[in-house]
């Protein structure tokens, strides 16, 4: 069963690779609509320099505003650690890891969908 719409949030580093969540330096924002990329839209976030200054609630706290300012469904990354993946959860997101291009991964998580 297709859903109908979802936003994927892709944790990627500057070679458009896919990251680890608290370390992103960039998060993809992709936008599917009835099984279909329609919209891609980039941001530089900073997560790698942030989790090296913040506390790691606060840098939770911040990835989970970004993440529900843009409606996420579902992350696709590299990696997460252990509080990462439950304040994910927590969230009622959906993580998928996977490595390599970020979109590449997108396209097959969702041609799986």
Same mark, same amino acid.
């Given at each position: 069963?297709?859903?109908?719409?979802?936003?994927? /949030?892709?944790?990627?580093?500057?070679?458009?690779?896919?990251?680890?969540?608290?370390?992103?330096?960039?998060?993809?924002?992709?936008?599917?609509?009835?099984?279909?990329?329609?919209?891609?839209?980039?941001?530089?976030?900073?997560?790698?320099?942030?989790?090296?200054?913040?506390?790691?609630?606060?840098?939770? /706290?911040?990835? /989970?505003?970004?993440?529900?300012?843009?409606?996420?469904?579902?992350?696709?990354?590299?990696? /997460?650690?252990?509080?990462?993946?439950?304040?994910?959860?927590?969230?009622?997101?959906?993580?998928?890891?996977?490595?390599?291009?970020?979109?590449?991964?997108?396209?097959?998580?969702?041609?799986?969908?």
């Amino acid at each position: 069963m297709r859903m109908e719409s979802k936003i994927i /949030a892709a944790t990627i580093d500057d070679n458009l690779l896919l990251s680890g969540i608290g370390r992103a330096r960039k998060v993809a924002i992709i936008e599917v609509k009835e099984g279909k990329i329609a919209k891609i839209e980039e941001f530089e976030v900073k997560w790698d320099e942030a989790h090296e200054k913040e506390e790691e609630g606060l840098h939770h /706290a911040n990835v /989970a505003k970004f993440l529900r300012s843009h409606n996420v469904t579902d992350i696709i990354a590299f990696g /997460a650690g252990p509080d990462m993946r439950h304040m994910v959860e927590r969230l009622g997101i959906r993580l998928h890891f996977s490595s390599g291009d970020y979109r590449e991964a997108i396209k097959r998580l969702v041609e799986s969908s």
